[in-house]
């Protein structure tokens, strides 16, 4: 083997163990810095958790039913109104395939989405609940 196969070799090697650092470093530059990752719903895994929202996990109530899942998730409020919240969802549900179809209502596959606001002693709670169809 001549010194130039040698160095060809050394290349690349060095191309295939540098290029998986590469990749994450583009990666982690590509994202935005100070914009925080999406959060979602512990128990809606394709519902977003709006910043301003915080989830009360001990309030979740799940049953799978052969007609489909009925999950009830609640998350205090603070210091957002139900408009900006309503139109958050408005605007992020339906790129995650939920059509709205009336106020604090989606449908999707087969399931219902609605959105209650209550408030409980002064405080402030969104309690988002899907559902089979029918």
Not at 33 to 58: C, H, R, W, Y
Not at 72 to 95: G, N
Not at 104 to 131: C, H, P, S, T, W
Request: one cysteine or more; aromatic letters at 10%; hydrophobic letters at 40%.
């Amino acid at each position: 083997m001549t010194i130039r196969t040698y160095v060809t070799m050394f290349v690349m090697l060095m191309c295939i163990v540098t290029a998986p650092l590469a990749v994450q470093a583009q990666q982690d530059s590509a994202a935005p810095s100070g914009l925080a990752t999406p959060q979602f719903f512990t128990s809606l895994q394709d519902v977003p958790l709006m910043p301003g929202l915080t989830e009360l996990t001990e309030y979740t109530v799940v049953f799978d039913k052969p007609e489909g899942r009925i999950i009830e998730s609640v998350a205090s409020i603070e210091s957002l109104t139900p408009e900006a919240i309503r139109t958050y969802y408005e605007a992020s549900l339906p790129q995650l395939g939920w059509n709205r179809i009336g106020d604090d209502y989606f449908a999707r596959q087969g399931e219902y989405l609605r959105m209650n606001f209550e408030e409980v002693e002064g405080q402030d709670f969104l309690k988002i609940i899907i559902m089979p169809h029918g």
